[in-house]
C-alpha cells in the first residue's frame, strides 16, 4: 500500500500500474466499474495526474485481513478542501486485484 501512495503522489504512471494485477477492477460505491486492466489505469490515471499535479493522497488509518486491505484516505490539492474517502483493496499475489472507492 506504501508503494501505491508513493507512486501516485508522485504521479509515475508506470509505477502506480505496476501495482496493480493486469485484470485490475476499480469500483465506486454502487458497484460500478469505473476502470478495468492496466490499459483503462493507465489511461485514467494518467489524465488525471496531468489534470491534478498538486493532488497528494496519504493514508489516515489502515487496516487489513487476509487478502483486504481497508484504508481511509486524504486528499488534498483537488479541490480546495481535503477530501476524504474510504478505499477498499483485495491484494492477489502481492498486487491490488480489485479496489472500491467509497466516496
Known amino acids: ?12 504512471i508506470e509505477a502506480f500500474v505496476a501495482c496493480y494485477a493486469p485484470d485490475v477492477t476499480i469500483e465506486d460505491g454502487a458497484d460500478t466499474v469505473r476502470v478495468r486492466g492496466h490499459s483503462e489505469l493507465r489511461a485514467t490515471y494518467g489524465a488525471m ?11 489516515v488509518h489502515r487496516t487489513d485481513t487476509g487478502p483486504y486491505v481497508v484504508q481511509e484516505e486524504r486528499v488534498t490539492g483537488r479541490s480546495p478542501d481535503p ?21
Open 1 to 12: 500500500m506504501e508503494r501505491v501512495l508513493a507512486a501516485l503522489n508522485a504521479k509515475d
Open 83 to 103: 477530501e476524504r474517502h474510504v478505499a477498499v483493496y483485495t491484494l492477489r499475489d502481492g498486487l491490488i486485484a480489485r479496489e472500491r472507492l467509497l466516496r
Open 49 to 59: 495526474f496531468g489534470r491534478q499535479p498538486g493532488m497528494q493522497v496519504e493514508a
